[in-house]
């Protein structure tokens, strides 16, 4: 455990430095809430919500670019790889590349390598989960665009959204409520931020 956790700040710290290669690094999300009002993006491996709206929005950003997940979010997934992406997904268990789970995936074992796979050329990488990689993402300094969906929805959730810093980060454009279409006809909305040093 603490092996991994060191060779990932190693990572980051080389991850700040690989971000010039990529000419944007965005994350994309949805949340709702729970209970304590905590920005609730999964539980039990799921998201507990179905918002089709959300889906399409997700493959409208997504779809042409490498998307980076940890190996959480690809085992979720209901049909790997997502296609017409390069899906590149972390994971440190030695050998687990080369296993069927893995099949149709780049693995690559630090954030710093999946930028450096994900954008030679300098195209938007997006990176789509879970909770820990988003974590480390943002901590790393590593994001310039959030793409965030607020699902109006209380619900028990057992990984979360990582803190948007009001001081860091600004809206430039948000939506209004809309409902869904979906059998759970949620309410929710679009939200972009950027970091606040660059300006709306
Ligand atoms: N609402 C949303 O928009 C949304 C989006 C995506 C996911 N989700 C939800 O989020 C949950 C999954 O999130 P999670 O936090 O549990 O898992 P995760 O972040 O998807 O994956 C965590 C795993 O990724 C690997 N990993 C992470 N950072 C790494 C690094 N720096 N280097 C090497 N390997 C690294 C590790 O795998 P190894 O153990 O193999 O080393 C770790 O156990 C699910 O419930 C999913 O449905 C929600």
Redesign the pocket.
């Known amino acids: 455990m603490s092996t ?1 956790a060191t ?2 700040h190693s ?2 710290t080389l991850a700040q430095n690989d971000v010039e290669a990529a000419v944007e690094v965005a994350l ?5 809430r729970d209970g304590a009002g905590r920005p ?9 919500w179905r918002v089709p709206e ?1 889906f399409k929005h ?1 493959q409208a950003h997504t779809r042409g670019h490498p998307i980076v ?8 997934l209901p049909k790997r790889p997502l296609p017409d992406r390069t899906n590149i ?5 030695p050998g ?1 590349a080369d296993s069927d789970e893995a099949a149709g995936a780049i693995v ?4 710093a390598e ?1 930028l450096a796979v994900a954008a030679p050329g300098g195209e938007t990488t997006w990176i ?9 993402a943002m901590a790393a300094g590593l994001a310039t665009r959030l793409e965030v ?1 607020e699902i109006d929805l209380v619900v028990d ?3 979360f ?1 990582p803190p948007v810093d009001p001081t860091a980060w600004q809206a430039t454009a948000t939506t209004d409520w809309r409902t869904s279409a979906g059998e759970q006809a949620l309410r929710y909305r679009f939200i972009t931020y950027r970091p606040t040093q660059l300006g709306g």
Do not use: E, K, N
Request: proline content about 2%; glycine content about 16%.
């Open positions: 991994s060779s990932r990572a980051l994309i999300w949805a949340q709702a609730v993006i999964g539980v039990r491996g799921d998201i507990p959300d997700f997940m940890g190996m959480g979010t690809w085992l979720s997904v972390l994971s440190d268990v687990w690559v074992g630090s954030l999946a789509v989960g879970g909770g820990q990689v988003y974590a480390q969906t959730g057992d990984t959204a």
